[in-house]
């Protein structure tokens, strides 16, 4: 599994409620979206590889997004990545 926890763009505020998602950055295979994560209150996720479909080598580059959304002053609900990162 692939475990760690999800901050702001301030890198200190941790974020609560953010979908992340995990795909291999070599061969393009994506998780199901029922093999995603939602952060807790820590903003700690952990998502199972196993689920991967074609699984993964040695050296493949393993891409996780955390995404939030808001409501901004127009009532508009937007999507916001808060974290990239290639493994």
Known sequence: ???????????????????????????????PTNAESTTNSVGEYTIDMANLPGGYSNGDAIVVEAYTTYTDNYNTEISKMVQYSRQ
């Open 1 to 31: 599994p692939i475990a760690g926890r999800v901050f702001d763009l301030d890198g200190s505020t941790v974020i609560s409620g953010a979908i992340v998602t995990a795909h291999n950055g070599t061969t393009q295979a994506s998780l």
